[in-house]
């Protein structure tokens, strides 16, 4: 007598991609390599071909991207862009059928999170507000963090597809709160490029090792992903791109508006907000955000 045993495993989800940027078109193409039916849509043609290349379909249009999936991804630049893709003409929201769930990985106003989560809540389509942090590398290797507001049975859907992107998905609380806890990153990383600049120019200017310096350091309590991964492009006063200085001011701007809001006091953030405002009148705007160092170095002569 033999016994079979049978098992299935559910289907994954059918998963659309909106906005391939530097972020967005990493983290689409390891949704593709982790074996979600991918459709993704971008609105500058000619960005989808690699994707295509991993299996992905592209659409033409963000309703027709919406209309062949259950949970749809944006990664955009700031809350014009998420609204008019959302809620535009031939949008997400025209496609998005009742249960689809909607994850948008931009960096935006919590308040705006809030605001599309209710809109599009009047037509049964739940939202996630998931910004993420680490850069193009985190993207690329998916290893970002991702900082998540939204329902948790939301959030326990949507698991299995934000680990495809990255190494930590933390719920943070209600729509929104993803968003508070991307702008307090945002603050932290602005203190954390100045310190770095500061140290790497204190000791070019000492006429030190400074690589050898830095090594010393970054076992110890001044050791950061910014020191490890940006201190060699301020050393070498050269800043190929990871995260634009200019998306950098605009989330710090998020979180200055949210601070005065709340009557905090930011003196760090706001100087690092002046350098990042005279950078981008230089014609620096596209630079990586470790161009912070060009003022500090400048300022001491280097």
């Known amino acids: 007598m033999s016994t079979t045993t049978e098992s299935s495993v559910a289907p994954k989800e059918r998963v659309g991609f909106a906005g391939l940027g530097t972020m967005g078109a990493f983290m689409a193409a390891n949704l593709a390599r982790a ?12 960005k989808a071909v690699e994707l295509v290349a991993l299996g992905a379909t592209e659409a033409l249009s963000p309703a027709e991207l919406a209309r062949s999936c259950d949970v749809v991804l944006a990664c955009l630049t700031d809350s014009p862009q998420v609204e008019e893709v959302l809620f535009g003409p031939d949008g997400l929201a ?15 106003s919590p308040l705006k999170a809030s605001e599309f989560a209710e ?25 970002l963090s991702i900082m998540v507001g939204g329902e948790a049975a939301d959030v326990e859907r949507a698991q299995d597809v934000l680990g495809a992107l ?17 702008a307090i990153n945002q603050v932290i990383l602005s203190g954390v490029y100045l310190g770095v600049a500061e140290g790497v120019t204190l000791g070019l200017k000492a006429g030190l090792d400074v690589e050898r310096v830095l090594s010393a350091l970054k076992g110890g309590a001044a050791g950061s992903w910014i020191l490890e991964n940006r201190s060699e492009r301020m050393i070498r006063d050269d800043y190929p791109l990871g995260f634009k200085i200019s998306l950098h001011r605009k989330d710090l701007g998020i979180g200055l508006d949210l601070a005065q809001s709340v009557g905090a006091v930011l003196p760090v953030a706001a100087l690092a907000a002046t350098f990042e ?21 400048k300022l001491s002569g280097l």
């Open 35 to 46: 074996g979600y039916p991918l459709t993704v849509w971008n609105r500058t043609p000619g």
């Open 94 to 108: 025209q496609g998005l059928a009742p249960g689809t769930l909607f994850i948008d990985c931009s960096t935006l």
């Open 119 to 143: 809109r599009l809540l009047k037509q049964n389509v739940a939202m996630l507000d998931a910004p993420v942090s680490g850069g193009s590398e985190g993207a690329k290797n998916a290893t």
């Open 166 to 182: 990255g190494r930590t998905v933390t719920h943070l609380g209600p729509v929104g709160a993803g968003q508070w806890a991307k």
């Open 277 to 297: 405002d005279g950078l981008i009148a230089q014609g620096y705007g596209d630079d990586d955000n470790s161009a912070l160092a060009r003022p500090i170095r």
